[in-house]
């Protein structure tokens, strides 16, 4: 009786030690996601697993919750609206904690159904079109008189009030205040612009260009000074653009041109990939843009060069280039050969225009 118990207990024993080693199990209920890029979308998957996981993606557009866990759980990914014409892949990844073992869900996501015909000239009118029609910079005037030219895009320059709005003004200080420290309310009883527009807000600004032919914003989140701010202004701002832009599901009508890479980085994780971000900085090399996760190059042509060289480099190195600003006569003819490939930003949109045909 007594070996009897024996071979029972080692039998347990047995069972207990083969139980605590089983080996690690993870799958996932889809190997594939296609999703439409019209608008945001929200699709499931299941996970099941033994031990701990982690997910990871590989672009900014594909947002899991949660990102981690233990066991069996239903994940909800959300699919961010592709702004662009052309359809985008990406990758989710779960992984268990350990590393032994993944699965790699692909993405496929369509391209946007366009709104309007596609304005290919590449001309983006710097703070509007204002110099040539003699109307405030950034004013909702000259925002329209750029779309009214059927320009690629109009830039604009944004700013934080100290109650939170995004105002569109190239100015750090309005009616002799610096705007980080004053209300919206309080700025708008200091001063008018030239044509009697109050201050714009970013929000009627972009609803501006929602409502126009398809002419882009290339929304400029200014680099501040000390006292105007600095970095901790200047990523509030662009973090409550890209919120209005969210709410607005403006996707679409946006580009972000950013100049120091510490606002870069403080606004690119509100951005998540749902619309292009460009680094305007001369100093930066092709490896500052990699370290970054950045395509898009803006450079001011003074200090740039007309150097066809340097700028095949850029492009060599997958980096999308834009010009600022493309004004005189012998900036124009460089450019010209190059218009397809790249973005001119310009105080006179209506002469680029002119030269390419496409206005009287």
Same mark, same amino acid.
């Given at each position: 009786?007594?070996?009897?118990?024996?071979?029972?207990?080692?039998?347990?024993?047995?069972?207990?030690?083969?139980?605590?080693? !089983?080996?690690? &199990?993870?799958?996932?209920?889809?190997?594939?996601?296609?999703?439409?890029?019209?608008?945001?979308?929200? &699709?499931?998957?299941?996970?099941?697993?033994?031990?701990?996981?982690?997910?990871?993606?590989?672009?900014?557009?594909? +947002?899991?919750?949660?990102?981690?866990?233990?066991?069996?759980?239903?994940?909800?990914?959300?699919?961010?609206?592709?702004?662009?014409?052309?359809?985008?892949?990406?990758?989710?990844?779960? *992984?268990?904690?350990?590393?032994?073992?993944?699965?790699?869900?692909?993405?496929?996501?369509?391209?946007?159904?366009?709104?309007?015909?596609?304005?290919?000239?590449?001309?983006?009118?710097?703070?509007?079109?204002?110099? &040539?029609?003699?109307?405030?910079?950034?004013?909702? *005037?000259?925002?329209?008189? *750029?779309?009214?030219?059927?320009?690629?895009?109009?830039?604009?320059?944004?700013?934080?009030?100290?109650?939170?709005?995004?105002?569109?003004?190239?100015?750090?200080?309005?009616?002799?205040?610096?705007?980080?420290?004053?209300?919206?309310?309080?700025?708008?009883?200091? !001063?008018?612009?030239?044509?009697?527009?109050?201050?714009?807000?970013?929000?009627?600004?972009?609803?501006? @260009?929602?409502?126009?032919?398809?002419?882009?914003?290339? +929304?400029?989140?200014?680099?501040?000074?000390?006292?105007?701010?600095?970095?901790?202004?200047?990523?509030?701002?662009?973090?409550?653009?890209?919120?209005? +832009?969210? &709410?607005?599901?403006?996707?679409?009508?946006?580009?972000?041109?950013?100049?120091?890479?510490?606002?870069?980085?403080?606004?690119? =994780?509100?951005?998540?990939?749902?619309? =292009?971000?460009?680094?305007?900085?001369?100093? @930066?090399?092709?490896?500052?843009?990699?370290?970054?996760?950045?395509?898009?190059?803006?450079?001011?042509?003074?200090?740039?060069?007309?150097?066809?060289?340097?700028? @095949?480099?850029?492009?060599?190195?997958?980096?999308?280039?834009?010009?600022?600003?493309?004004?005189?006569?012998?900036?124009? *003819?460089?450019?010209? =050969?190059?218009?397809?490939?790249?973005?001119?930003?310009?105080?006179? =949109?209506?002469?680029?225009?002119?030269?390419?045909?496409?206005?009287?």
């Amino acid at each position: 009786m007594k070996k009897v118990l024996n071979i029972l207990i080692l039998a347990a024993a047995s069972l207990v030690l083969m139980s605590c080693s !089983k080996e690690t &199990e993870l799958s996932v209920s889809k190997d594939s996601f296609s999703v439409s890029g019209d608008k945001e979308s929200i &699709e499931t998957f299941d996970i099941v697993s033994n031990t701990e996981w982690a997910i990871t993606v590989s672009e900014g557009w594909i +947002v899991p919750t949660p990102v981690g866990g233990s066991g069996t759980c239903l994940v909800k990914v959300r699919f961010m609206a592709n702004p662009d014409r052309e359809a985008r892949k990406g990758t989710l990844t779960v *992984a268990t904690k350990d590393g032994a073992l993944s699965k790699t869900i692909s993405v496929d996501q369509t391209a946007m159904t366009p709104k309007f015909p596609l304005i290919d000239n590449n001309i983006i009118a710097h703070r509007g079109a204002r110099l &040539e029609y003699s109307l405030p910079d950034n004013s909702i *005037a000259a925002l329209k008189k *750029a779309i009214e030219l059927n320009c690629y895009g109009s830039e604009c320059d944004i700013i934080a009030t100290a109650d939170g709005q995004v105002v569109v003004t190239h100015d750090t200080k309005w009616g002799g205040k610096y705007i980080k420290d004053e209300t919206y309310e309080t700025l708008k009883g200091l !001063k008018k612009l030239s044509n009697g527009e109050d201050l714009p807000l970013f929000r009627d600004y972009l609803k501006t @260009a929602m409502s126009g032919n398809g002419t882009k914003l290339f +929304v400029d989140v200014k680099s501040l000074s000390d006292e105007a701010g600095g970095n901790e202004v200047s990523i509030r701002a662009g973090i409550g653009a890209a919120r209005i +832009v969210k &709410e607005l599901h403006a996707e679409e009508y946006v580009r972000f041109i950013v100049g120091r890479a510490a606002v870069y980085n403080g606004v690119s =994780p509100e951005v998540k990939g749902a619309w =292009p971000m460009a680094y305007m900085n001369q100093e @930066a090399t092709h490896t500052t843009f990699e370290n970054m996760g950045c395509t898009w190059g803006n450079f001011d042509i003074s200090a740039f060069g007309l150097d066809d060289t340097k700028l @095949a480099g850029w492009q060599s190195a997958g980096i999308i280039v834009s010009f600022y600003n493309i004004d005189t006569d012998e900036q124009i *003819a460089w450019w010209l =050969p190059h218009r397809k490939d790249v973005m001119a930003c310009t105080n006179y =949109p209506h002469k680029l225009l002119q030269t390419l045909g496409l206005r009287e």
